[in-house]
């Protein structure tokens, strides 16, 4: 039998989580890029077993982040790898808020972490995703060249400029072809 649980934190229990997060990244300050990469990726193997739905899609989450760092063609800028790497600091301690070696719910803390990150950094994993997706369409279409950012960014651009003059011709329709911004 199945049965639903859900609770909501308030701004003071986010507060009191990022509180926890602070801590735990003034504790990782010691570790290096890779030890952070290796415990992240640790935390992620260790939950691929038993562990509730709410906890394995935030893992896939997690997972996400320390593609961000290791992609060599997404090209992350410094601000945004040091802003991935502090968060991902929080993984490197297994007894953090709830230990995680506590039955079912080791990782909630974990999870609930991950979601905190994860909202913090929507726009830069949405943006990694989104280059992520071009990148394999491309590389069904182009094979096995080598996709980066700035082929991503270039590509962007012409759909831009192709939006702005279906958008500007749309306008004209039924006008005169002269352009003319008068």
């Given at each position: 039998?199945?049965?639903?649980?859900?609770?909501?934190?308030?701004?003071?229990?986010i507060e009191h989580f990022r509180g926890v997060m602070?801590?735990?990244?003034?504790?990782?300050?010691?570790?290096?890029?890779?030890?952070?990469?290796?415990?992240?990726?640790?935390?992620?193997?260790?939950?691929?077993?038993?562990?509730?739905?709410?906890?394995?899609?935030?893992?896939?989450?997690?997972?996400?982040?320390?593609?961000?760092?290791?992609?060599?063609?997404?090209?992350?800028?410094?601000?945004?790898?040091?802003?991935?790497?502090?968060?991902?600091?929080?993984?490197?301690?297994?007894?953090?808020?709830?230990?995680?070696?506590?039955?079912?719910?080791?990782?909630?803390?974990?999870?609930?972490?991950?979601?905190?990150?994860?909202?913090?950094?929507?726009?830069?994993?949405?943006?990694?995703?989104?280059?992520?997706?071009?990148?394999?369409?491309?590389?069904?279409?182009?094979?096995?060249?080598?996709?980066?950012?700035?082929?991503?960014?270039?590509?962007?651009?012409?759909?831009?400029?192709?939006?702005?003059?279906?958008?500007?011709?749309?306008?004209?329709?039924?006008?005169?072809?002269?352009?003319?911004?008068?």
């Amino acid at each position: 039998m199945a049965f639903e649980v859900t609770f909501e934190l308030s701004d003071s229990d986010i507060e009191h989580f990022r509180g926890v997060m602070k801590k735990a990244q003034q504790g990782a300050k010691s570790l290096s890029e890779k030890e952070i990469l290796d415990n992240a990726k640790k935390l992620s193997a260790d939950v691929k077993s038993d562990v509730p739905v709410f906890v394995s899609e935030r893992i896939k989450k997690l997972e996400t982040l320390v593609a961000m760092i290791e992609d060599s063609e997404w090209q992350i800028p410094d601000e945004e790898r040091s802003d991935v790497l502090a968060a991902l600091a929080y993984f490197s301690d297994p007894e953090d808020l709830v230990p995680d070696h506590i039955p079912a719910l080791g990782f909630l803390d974990d999870a609930i972490m991950i979601e905190l990150v994860a909202e913090e950094l929507t726009d830069d994993i949405d943006a990694f995703n989104e280059f992520c997706a071009y990148r394999e369409r491309e590389k069904e279409r182009a094979g096995d060249s080598v996709i980066t950012t700035e082929d991503w960014l270039d590509a962007k651009r012409r759909e831009l400029h192709s939006r702005m003059r279906n958008r500007r011709s749309k306008r004209r329709s039924g006008r005169s072809s002269f352009r003319s911004i008068f």
